[in-house]
T-cell receptor, first 113, second 109 residues
Framework: DSGVTQTPKHLITATGQRVTLRCSPRSGDLSVYWYQQSLDQGLQFLIQYYNGEERAKGNILERFSAQQFPDLHSELNLSSLELGDSALYFC????????????FGPGTRLLVL | GQSLEQPSEVTAVEGAIVQINCTYQTSGFYGLSWYQQHDGGAPTFLSYNALDGLEETGRFSSFLSRSDSYGYLLLQELQMKDSASYFCAPSGSARQLTFGSGTQLTVLP
């Protein structure tokens, strides 16, 4: 158990819909990262927050957005969903930014039908 | 630019030693991390090398050569439970980890 929690575990929705994925980092960790992993693919970095502020952006679509709240939990919002958005979405946390050590949550498996 | 290469698949038998190589090209390189991921599971941190040389953690060791932009993960005394995907992930000036497609390790009895 990494100490990072993600909800929900599974999500099934339809094209065009909007969903929100939630992540709670390990106690004391200020950085939160979001990754997307499609079938048999590597992890694609989406976005990072550090202590409430956006720190870095990766290959995140304009239809996706995220934020980190004062209590340090983070939410990833996916809108106008397409079939290709079906993937595992992982959240990871670390105590500081720029570290090679990240602790991953169990992921949210999103299926868009 | 950025690039990352590691073998897509490696197969070995129980008790053997296997080495997974990784070559990278990353702007403003800081260090190289290794992660393990079992099917359907979350990636788990294995090791991080910021300096040249070998880091040992139990049955796993990781090596880095900054001048060669090269690293490897060495797994000794392979066990069936080591069957998983292994990702090398360099961190660069953007301080982000870049994950490739990983190496699928299959351990045979």
């Amino acid at each position: 158990d990494s100490g990072v929690t993600q909800t929900p575990k599974h999500l099934i929705t339809a094209t065009g819909q909007r969903v929100t994925l939630r992540c709670s980092p390990r106690s004391g960790d200020l950085s939160v990262y979001w990754y997307q992993q499609s079938l048999d693919q590597g992890l694609q970095f989406l976005i990072q927050y550090y202590n409430g502020e956006e720190r870095a952006k990766g290959n995140i679509l304009e239809r996706f957005s995220a934020q980190q709240f004062p209590d340090l939990h983070s939410e990833l919002n996916l809108s106008s969903l397409e079939l290709g958005d079906s993937a595992l979405y992982f959240c990871a946390s670390s105590s500081r930014t720029g570290t090679g050590t990240q602790y991953f949550g169990p992921g949210t498996r999103l299926l868009v039908l | 630019g950025q690039s990352l290469e590691q073998p897509s698949e490696v197969t070995a038998v129980e008790g053997a030693i296997v080495q997974i190589n990784c070559t990278y090209q990353t702007s403003g390189f800081y260090g190289l991390s290794w992660y393990q991921q079992h099917d359907g599971g979350a990636p788990t941190f294995l090791s991080y090398n910021a300096l040249d040389g070998l880091e040992e953690t139990g049955r796993f060791s990781s090596f880095l050569s900054r001048s060669d932009s090269y690293g490897y993960l060495l797994l000794q005394e392979l066990q069936m439970k080591d069957s998983a995907s292994y990702f090398c992930a360099p961190s660069g000036s953007a301080r982000q980890l870049t994950f490739g497609s990983g190496t699928q390790l299959t351990v045979l009895p």
